[in-house]
């Protein structure tokens, strides 16, 4: 078992940053594979981010490449989402999720088996 709360988002402009974090507790946080997804309203949850369990991998949706970077501090408990660039289309509520089966997160949601309970990031034009 494992809980999962994020937290740093907010309304930011268009071209702005923002950097999410996902605190982490129970289960050794270093025995899951993380993965950042996220929801708009009227839409399904998607793909955006995961990492494998030590930090070494990561990849990421077409969508954020360039623009989003996955990481996470195993002696902190924490997977982060730094987010640089944003853009309207980002506006969405960000959960993490962490999966215990696979060494790297997978992109599909029902893949994971837990989720935090979502921070909301608006970007502003």
């Known amino acids: 078992q494992v809980q999962l709360v994020e937290s740093g988002g907010g309304l930011v402009q268009a071209g702005g940053s923002l950097r999410l974090s996902c605190a982490a507790s129970?289960?050794?946080?270093?025995?899951?594979?993380m993965g950042w997804f996220r929801q708009a309203p009227g839409k399904e949850r998607e793909f955006v981010a995961a990492i494998s369990r030590s930090g070494a991998g990561t990849y990421y949706a077409d969508s954020v490449k360039g623009r989003f970077t996955i990481s996470r501090d195993n002696a902190k408990n924490t997977v982060f989402l730094q987010m640089n660039s944003l853009k309207r289309e980002d506006t969405a509520v960000y959960y993490c999720?962490?999966?215990?089966?696979?060494?790297?997160?997978?992109?599909?949601?029902?893949?994971?088996?837990?989720w935090g309970q979502g921070t909301q990031v608006t970007v502003s034009s």
């Open positions: 129970g289960r050794t946080f270093s025995s899951y594979a």
């Open positions: 999720a962490a999966d215990y089966t696979a060494s790297i997160g997978t992109i599909r949601v029902s893949g994971y088996d837990y």
